[in-house]
């Protein structure tokens, strides 16, 4: 068996690809997590560590830089890399030589065709991975089910059995189908409730959260990353807010997060006029009833 590791939260479809290249070579042990100490105990990394180690088995993608040779890889490009021989001797490469590259593309965008043939495997892997970011034991199960199913979509590719590809493939769809569902319902019922209030929305994470804060208005209150501390986030997508104030940053996909210790107010400029703050008291009633 092989301890392999990668980065818990959100994740995407180089990774689970990754994992189920490897999953042909042994049975696996999947760690997921961002601890040093806790990836130190892995024998494989694969899309976290700031570093590639073949040697090693270190198998990150992330921090090369444009002039690099392999940049343009992501991790499942690099594991593949690899593996390839194995697979040479298991099956037809063609179709998995294409869709190996279709993952690298997708991932770092790098000569990405929003056309591919497999742009739906890759659609649902992603309505899918954010089933509960909080909840890591519900993302813990939809990456490994995720896993099995990608080994079946590489399976399929390698011997060219197309019922076994466009079978897996709507299981995959349908389940991406109930998700994405699941959430535009939450959308419907948390929006009706949300855009009722006068004050700041203050909740937990849940994943429409950006969604809901642009079509109300109003930011969102959710736990630090550090026991004692709170983050506020709010959707700058439409607001065209590009300087700081009170330690507030926009990050490329459009929100504001700001983490402040407890004890302390939170502001959030949405305009150079306009501040909202947030009190603790606040804040301790959302997560502690």
């Known amino acids: ?109 790098v000569g990405y065709n929003e056309a591919n043939v497999y742009e739906p495997v890759f659609d649902s892997i992603t309505a899918l991975n954010n089933i509960d970011p909080v909840n890591h034991k519900a993302q813990a199960l939809m990456f490994d089910v995720l896993v099995e199913r990608v080994s079946d979509i590489i399976d399929a590719l390698l011997n060219k059995n197309t019922v076994k590809y466009t079978t897996t493939l709507a299981v995959l769809e349908k389940a991406a189908e109930q998700e994405s569902k699941n959430k535009n319902e939450e959308f419907t019922i948390r929006s009706q409730a949300y855009t009722e209030r006068e004050d700041v929305i203050i909740s937990k994470f849940f994943p429409t959260w950006r969604k809901i804060s642009k079509a109300t208005g109003k930011p969102f209150i959710m736990p630090g990353d550090v026991e004692g501390q709170y983050k506020v986030m709010i959707d700058t997508t439409e607001r065209g807010i590009h300087s700081t104030r009170n330690q507030i940053f926009t990050h490329v996909n459009g929100f504001i997060s700001v983490v402040k210790p407890s004890g302390t107010h939170i502001g959030i400029a949405l305009t150079d006029e306009d501040l909202i703050e947030v009190s603790i008291d606040e804040v301790n009633r959302a997560f502690n009833g």
């Open 1 to 109: 068996m092989i301890k392999i590791g990668c980065h818990d939260g959100c994740f995407h479809s180089d990774e689970v690809v990754a994992i189920a290249l490897m999953s042909f070579m042994d049975s696996l042990e999947i760690t997921r997590s961002r601890s040093e100490i806790v990836l130190g105990e892995c024998e494989m990394l694969v899309d976290v560590g700031g570093e590639y180690d073949p040697l090693n088995s270190k198998y990150d993608h992330h921090h090369f830089p444009t002039n690099d040779p392999f940049y343009g890889l992501s991790s499942a490009g690099l594991v593949y890399k690899d593996l390839r021989p194995y697979f040479s001797t298991t099956g037809e490469l063609e179709d998995l030589d294409a869709f190996i590259a279709a993952v690298d593309a997708r991932d770092t965008r």
